[in-house]
């Protein structure tokens, strides 16, 4: 076998591992999603932490909005808050919208 061949095969089990991961992150946030419009959100929020810890930024947001909110946890705006911006820090567009709410209307801590 050549170089060339050996970097092909290692290129396209990269991609299939790759793809594999993508697809079970979809998954596992459409299930996330699915349990959060149902009501269930100790399961929805299980799915989202998750997902989050992966750096998932989609599950990020929903993470810091259930946070926020209180819905299946206890409510806390300091990790609600974490979570949004950690989301927005990779250029999530809806946590970068409710970040720049929270510094604009000076929310809990961030009073000026």
Known sequence: MDIGTINKKNLWI???FFSLNINV??????VGLESYRAGEY???YKIFYNESKKGN????YYLGCMLLKGE??????????KWLSIAADKGHVK???VV???YKNGVETFKN
Do not use: C, H, P
């Not at 992150?25 to 459409?30: I, S």
């Not at 299946?72 to 808050?81: A, D, P």
């Open 14 to 16: 990269f991609f299939v």
């Open 25 to 30: 992150a979809l998954a596992n946030q459409k």
């Open 42 to 44: 100790e399961k929805a």
């Open 57 to 60: 930024a989609d599950a990020q």
């Open 72 to 81: 299946g946890v206890n409510k806390s705006f300091m990790r609600g808050f």
């Open 95 to 97: 946590a970068l919208n």
């Open 100 to 102: 720049g709410v929270i």
